[in-house]
Each structure stands twice: as structure tokens, then as C-alpha cells.
């Protein structure tokens, strides 16, 4: 058996590009993972196992298996898509640091584009489980709302946890009000429309100083840096994750 093997339990379909795989049989070295950790994952291409493609683990730390959230963008992502459960893969880690001591954190601000939820799903999953009790806001970017997955799970949570969501949408169906996405029943979840701007971040972003965390594609990353400048942070001050690699 390959070193590092484990085996697909399930996928989930989360929207029409994006899917959750699960995981068993893996190495102990994962009992070790935090919130936010990564893993590299290769499976069977064309008769042989693939390059290493690295991917955040996006359950709770204390879960018993491995999920990974996966957007399906070239043909490594479109096989992983394919997979059945019982297949083999190999799962090495965890690594990465991004959201290492976030629980030390008296007030944080997540701010997510896209699949780049996955490191703060993660985290948000942990707090649930541990109750954390210090003040998050939780910022992100989709194109859409059906792109906006994990929506009934992150409502929950505002109750279990102070917690905040900001689903910040840059399309609204013509004619749409957005602000008739609220649903009363949730009122720590907000609707925004437009790009994720200074006005928007400024609505939401507490005054005690709070510790920013970023994850998103590396122009939306760039442009919300430069939006938080304006707002007087400093960007150095931003925790980021890059979701780009060098292939090898
Ligand atoms: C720390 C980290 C965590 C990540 N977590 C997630 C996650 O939770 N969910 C998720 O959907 N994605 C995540 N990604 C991105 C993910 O690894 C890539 O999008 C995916 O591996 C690309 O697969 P593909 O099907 O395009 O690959 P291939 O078909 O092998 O890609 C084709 C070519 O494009 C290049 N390429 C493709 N994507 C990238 C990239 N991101 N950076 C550099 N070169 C690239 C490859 O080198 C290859 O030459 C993460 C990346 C990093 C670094």
C-alpha cells in the first residue's frame, strides 16, 4: 500500500463547480492538524498517481474524517470529481500556519472570495464545537447566492456562536431586492450587493481592532488589500492564504 493511502467515503455536490470529498483510512500524522490545515492529495490519473495538489481540510479539526471542498477548474479537480467511494488516494499532511492561534484572537474579521471560504469553514466548525465565545465577522464574496454554499449550516451558527456572516454578492437577478434574502429568523446574517469595497468592509469591521484573516482568488486578495488600506489598516497586518502553488 502507497504511503499516505486513505479512501474516498462520500462526495457532496455543494454548488454546480464545487464538491466535498471525504476521507478514511488516512495517516495519524492528521491527528495533529489545526483548524485551517492543509493537505496534498494525489489520485489515479491514466494509470498512474498524480502530482500532489494541495487542498485546505475543511471540517473541524476534531472531526473524524477528512473533507475537502474542491472547485472543479482543470483536469486534475475535474477527475478528483469523479472519484467513487472505496477508491484509493493519497492524502500527505497536514500543513500550513494561516489560521495558526486564531483562537487566541479577541475579535477577528474573515474575508473569503469564493472556494476561499474553505480555510474559515474549517475554523468556524472548530469554534462551533470548542463555543468560542469572542466576536467574528465573517465577509464573503460569490458571484451569486447559489454559489454561496454551507448557507444553512453558517446561519446555525450565528446562533451557536457570535458570529456575523456578510454574503457579499456581485450578481442580483434583475429586478431582485437583494435585501430580501434576510431572513428575520437570522438576524446576524446580512446581504451586500456589489464588490467587497471599502463602504461594505467599513459597515462591518468592529472598532476593537480586530485580526484579519483573507482567502481569496489573488485579484480579489489584491483589491480588498488595497480597500483596507483606505480603512486605515495596514496590509502587512492582513493574514493571507494563497491558494496558487508552484507545480512540480
Ligand atoms: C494552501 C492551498 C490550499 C488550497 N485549498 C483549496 C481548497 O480548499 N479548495 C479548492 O478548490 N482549491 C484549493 N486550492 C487550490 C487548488 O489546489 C487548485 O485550484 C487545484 O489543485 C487546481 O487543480 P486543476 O484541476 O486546475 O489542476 P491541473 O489540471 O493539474 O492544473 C493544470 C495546470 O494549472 C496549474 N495550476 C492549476 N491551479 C493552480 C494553482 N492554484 N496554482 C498554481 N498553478 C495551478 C497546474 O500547475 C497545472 O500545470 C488550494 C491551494 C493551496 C496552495
Known sequence: MEKGAAKVVKLEKETHDITSLYFEGF???FGKRRAGSFLTL?????????????????CAPEDPLLKVTMKRQGAFTTAAHGL?????VICAG???????????????????GGVGITPFLSVLRHFRNIKFANRVVLIWSNRTIEDAFAQEELKQMTREI?????????????GTDIAGYAD???????????R????????????????????GPPPMQDFV???LEDLGVDPKSVKKENFTWKAT
Open 27 to 29: 495517516d495519524e500524522s
Open 42 to 58: 494525489k489520485i489515479m490519473q491514466d494509470g498512474e498517481w498524480s502530482k500532489p495538489h494541495p487542498f485546505t481540510i475543511s
Open 84 to 88: 467513487k467511494p472505496g477508491e484509493e
Open 94 to 112: 497536514p500543513y500550513g500556519l494561516f489560521c495558526k492561534d486564531i483562537d487566541a484572537q479577541d475579535s477577528i474579521v474573515m474575508i473569503a
Open 162 to 174: 457570535p458570529l456575523l456572516v456578510v454574503n457579499n454578492l456581485s450578481r442580483v437577478p434583475e
Open 184 to 194: 428575520g429568523a437570522f438576524p446576524g446574517v446580512f446581504y451586500e450587493e456589489g
Open 196 to 215: 467587497c469595497t471599502r463602504d461594505l468592509i467599513g459597515k462591518y469591521l468592529p472598532p476593537d481592532d480586530p485580526a484579519i484573516y483573507l482567502c
Open 225 to 227: 488589500l488595497g480597500e
